[in-house]
């Protein structure tokens, strides 16, 4: 005969010994309790706060290097500038240009000409009287005419004429070197049978201080060889001329 089947109780489930039974109670939530919420809350605040504060000191670190940067700008900055102040003002043009100190130079050029033009080196301070002495300027003028004519004119048949003529408006000096060449240019012209005639065109007096006077002229020299006229030269001249015993007489002559 098979064993008759045991029936499962039909009462309240029996409790283990030792465990504590809670009574149910309606509308209670069977969600992990709020403790363990808040422990996790907590720990997730905690890791979310560590991260933050090592954010914090990562920002730290980088606005220390952005301040650093910035400082070094602000001294680079600083060093450009003063090295600026020391040449020419930034944003401006410098004022002492190739240009201005051309024009310095040029009006020293000046003062110093117009310096000469009153004060000679080696002599004392000049009073020119030219044109302020009318009559001794029209006389120096007309002797300085006379002997520029008489210099540069010859005629092959009365060289010898001419030639003594010429040595008495030039002074010791100047007669001397134009005896030294004196011959020569005789047998010249009277080989080529040369006649010469000069005209002063023009004469001023540019300075006359005393026994002393300078002259500027301009002349026209014609020549013919032989009756074979050779054309007219014009030539400016600058002379120098000094009064001997009352005479004015040929000192220098520059018709280069």
């Given at each position: 005969?098979p ?6 109780p ?6 283990p ?14 969600a ?213 015993d ?11």
């Open positions: 005969m064993p008759a089947r045991r029936r499962p039909t009462g309240a489930p029996r409790v010994a030792g465990s504590v039974r809670r009574p149910k109670v309606a509308g209670r939530s069977t992990p309790p709020a403790g363990g919420d808040a422990i996790e809350n907590e720990n997730t605040s905690t890791s979310t706060g560590a991260a933050s504060t090592v954010d914090l000191s990562k920002s730290s670190a980088d606005t220390a290097a952005v301040d650093s940067a910035a400082t070094d700008s602000v001294v680079d900055e600083t060093t450009e500038t003063t090295e600026a102040d020391d040449g020419a003002p930034a944003g401006r043009t410098a004022w002492w240009t190739p240009r201005t100190m051309l024009l310095a130079a040029l009006a020293v050029v000046f003062a110093v000409i117009a310096l000469l033009a009153v004060v000679r080196p080696g002599t004392s301070e000049v009073s020119n009287q030219a044109w302020v002495d009318t009559p001794a300027t029209l006389e120096v003028t007309s002797a300085g005419r006379d002997a520029l004519q008489t210099v540069f004119s010859y005629k092959f048949d009365t060289i010898d004429q001419d030639q003594a003529a010429a040595r008495a408006v030039l002074n010791d000096e100047r007669r001397g070197e134009y005896d030294s060449t004196a011959e020569q240019t005789k047998q010249g012209v009277i080989q080529t049978q040369t006649t010469t005639t000069a005209t002063v065109t023009d004469i001023g007096v540019s300075l006359l201080d005393g026994d002393r006077a300078e002259l500027l002229a301009s002349m026209d020299i014609a020549a013919t060889q032989d009756t074979v006229d050779q054309g007219t030269v014009q030539t400016p001249v600058s002379v120098t001329m000094e009064r001997v009352g005479k004015w007489l040929l000192a220098t002559i520059d018709n280069r």
